[in-house]
């Protein structure tokens, strides 16, 4: 399968020389933000390539596929289009193969693209069940990685969820895990302690040992309306970080026990990521336009981050000094949004 490049014209060649003329950051620099495309979602960054890659699903209504955007981490600046025929929504990178794994949510299907060459390694249809009126296959959602065993682990979410675990260098299907419930979304990974934790939509949260695919606990984590969405975890310290779409509150819990910690007063959010080298836990909240950066000890919001209008996904740079953000702009099926979402950088 081969890839089509393509660089900007007129609008990236615009957004290249603008970004070119902005000063080097400083930790009080005002965030950069800059446009990228219309559908932007998840976020990888690859150090072998000092690039920050963005999956974009293009207009609803226009675009049959999608594009994979490469972008300068420094200056944001697009460096690269990877055209893909089917959108990608999520994005995770194995840093030891080159490896861009994006979910096409749309197709039920997971794409693998190298990074170095941006060719396109081979793609997995994981629900081949036909689309109809009345069912639709399990729609992936969060992707993550392995590096050690290169095993990709993707949530296919719908009302009997699973999550599937995928040979990276194969891309062919080892196993599938099951019993997960409605809506099963949220997906993280410890790959030393071989845990796969995964929040489901009955508040629950699922504990797997990678090792042998089994399920170990089954945690309910709270009553009520609730949705927890996404998770990151302190591996070190045995934390999980949950947020929650339905209450103003990011769940802390215990990942020995499933036991809930602390609840931390912040509008409902949407992505979390845990930065291990400053201790902070970052939120998204999608309807508030804001982003948190809540302290790791003390659980307090030591900074808010203004991101109009739906600050989306998260990414960190290796050495966990620098955020970005996707910042999508409102729009609904009725009304697609007129402008290209956007991508900030946040000098921590």
Known sequence: MKLTFSRGKGYFLTLALFAAAVPAHSET????RQPVAKGAYEMAYSP?????????????????????????????????AVHNDLKPFGAAINNKTDTLFV???????VT?????????????????????????????????VDENTNTLYVSGVGEESQIWVVDGDTLTLRHTLEGLGKRATGLALDAAAHRLYATGGDNELFTFDTANNKLLAKVKLAEGEHFFLNISLDTAAHRAFITDSKQPELLVVDTNDGKVLQKVAVPKSLAVLFNSQRNEIYVTHRE???????????????????????????????DGQTLYISVKQASSRKQEATAPDDVMRVAL
């Open 29 to 32: 620099a005002e965030p950069l």
């Open 288 to 318: 508030a336009g804001e982003v948190s950066i809540i302290d790791g000890k003390t659980y307090k919001v030591v900074k808010t981050i203004k991101a109009p209008t739906h600050p989306n996904s998260l990414a960190l740079s290796p």
């Open 48 to 80: 072998s390539q000092q690039a920050l890659y963005v999956a974009t699903s293009g207009s609803r209504q226009l675009d049959k596929g999608g594009v994979v955007y490469r972008l300068d981490p420094q200056t944001l600046a697009i460096t690269q």
């Open 103 to 109: 979910g096409n949510t749309l197709n039920s299907a």
């Open 112 to 144: 693998a693209i190298d990074v170095k060459s941006g060719e396109v390694k081979g793609r997995l249809v994981l629900d081949k069940r036909p689309r109809s009126e009345n069912f639709r296959p399990l729609a992936p959602r969060e992707l993550v």
